[in-house]
């Protein structure tokens, strides 16, 4: 109830009461929200969560900047420990003495020990590790491993990694974070990365996006495209001539309980031919890691609905 009055009055001083206009502007100098027609201040003294210094490039920011790094979901501590370096020097760079150095090294290993009070703290510093590790060799950006650690700490939450392996509700948490992201990946792709079967990985996806109301879209073919094109070293012209051919024959109908690697693998393949930028079926299947029977079934409806002979 209080989230609609909030947003009631945040509708309310979207004009302005004197003059009823819809031309406010932020003077964050001062906190103030002003009419810009006939200078009424609608708001004022509204709270800035910035700093309180002013920086104008990079290197004054660092050097005025008193906070640490952001706080992040892929750390099972959100970041907020301390952590010691495993450099052996002093502020100033200088070495430090060997009984300095075994101290630091004592308490470094209890640091680490202390990090994690119980196993359930272990056993999340291990799952978001893995997250990591298969986000890396897949080569995903930063906001999916961030998604992906929010699913598996909802997932924990909610009590559904019970009878399950740690690492398979972590590769369907990563799964469902690339889909999310709208960079997918197939399962094929996750399982050569994860240490789980490919099965499990899909059982444990449908299990855990049912569960946590994972709203979550057919993928769309066109997403693996620009990426199958450039592992083949196909031309602009084909991506574009395979987008078409998707376009043309999802309106058709024949997307629907279709595989988007393999329908996308026999758009490409198709585009290639059509260009004159011939590529083998073999080659095609090899990228998209399907078999060369899907490209072949999903080739001739495709080129049939388009009303190409091929």
């Known amino acids: 109830m209080r989230e609609t009055d909030e947003s009631e009055?945040?509708?309310?001083?979207?004009?302005?009461?004197?003059?009823?206009?819809?031309?406010?502007?932020?003077?964050?100098?001062?906190?103030?929200?002003?009419?810009?027609?006939?200078?009424?201040?609608?708001?004022?003294?509204?709270?800035?969560?910035?700093?309180?210094?002013?920086?104008?490039?990079?290197?004054?920011?660092?050097?005025?900047?008193?906070?640490?790094?952001?706080?992040?979901?892929?750390?099972?501590d959100k970041g907020l420990t301390t952590t010691i370096d495993w450099k052996d020097k002093d502020a100033y760079g200088r070495s430090i003495s060997s009984k300095k150095r075994s101290q630091m090294h004592r308490l470094r290993k209890w640091q680490e020990r202390i990090r994690t009070k119980d196993a359930g703290e272990r056993n999340?510093?291990?799952?978001?590790?893995?997250?990591?590790?298969m986000a890396s060799a897949l080569g995903v950006p930063r906001s999916v491993r961030e998604?992906?650690?929010?699913?598996?700490?909802?997932?924990?939450?909610?009590?559904?990694?019970?009878g399950r392996s740690i690492e398979g509700v972590a590769t369907s948490a990563l799964y469902a974070a690339c889909r999310k992201e709208g960079i997918p990946r197939s399962l094929e792709e996750i399982s050569e990365v994860s240490r789980v079967e490919r099965k499990e990985i899909g059982r444990t996806?449908?299990?855990?996006?049912?569960?946590?109301?994972?709203?979550?879209?057919?993928v769309d073919p066109k997403k693996y495209v620009p990426r199958f094109c450039s592992e083949l070293e196909l031309s602009e012209e084909v991506q574009t001539k395979a987008n078409?051919?998707?376009?043309?024959?999802?309106?058709?109908?024949?997307?629907?309980?279709?595989?988007p690697t393999g329908y996308a693998a026999a758009a490409i393949y198709a585009a290639s031919l059509l260009c004159n930028e011939k590529k083998t079926q073999r080659e095609v299947a090899d990228v998209a890691q399907v078999t060369e029977v899907t490209i072949r079934n999903r080739y001739q409806e495709q080129i049939e609905a388009m009303g190409i002979h091929g």
């Open 9 to 76: 009055e945040q509708d309310e001083v979207r004009a302005c009461p004197e003059c009823e206009s819809d031309n406010l502007v932020k003077d964050s100098d001062r906190g103030e929200l002003i009419c810009e027609d006939c200078g009424l201040v609608v708001e004022e003294e509204k709270i800035d969560p910035g700093p309180e210094w002013r920086a104008f490039n990079h290197q004054e920011r660092q050097e005025k900047s008193r906070v640490g790094a952001p706080t992040t979901q892929t750390m099972h």
């Open 147 to 162: 998604v992906a650690s929010v699913i598996y700490r909802r997932a924990l939450k909610e009590d559904l990694i019970r």
């Open 244 to 259: 078409e051919i998707i376009e043309k024959t999802a309106e058709e109908g024949l997307l629907s309980g279709k595989s």
């Open 205 to 218: 996806y449908r299990y855990i996006s049912q569960e946590l109301g994972l709203e979550m879209r057919p």
């Open 124 to 133: 999340l510093q291990f799952a978001l590790s893995e997250i990591d590790r």
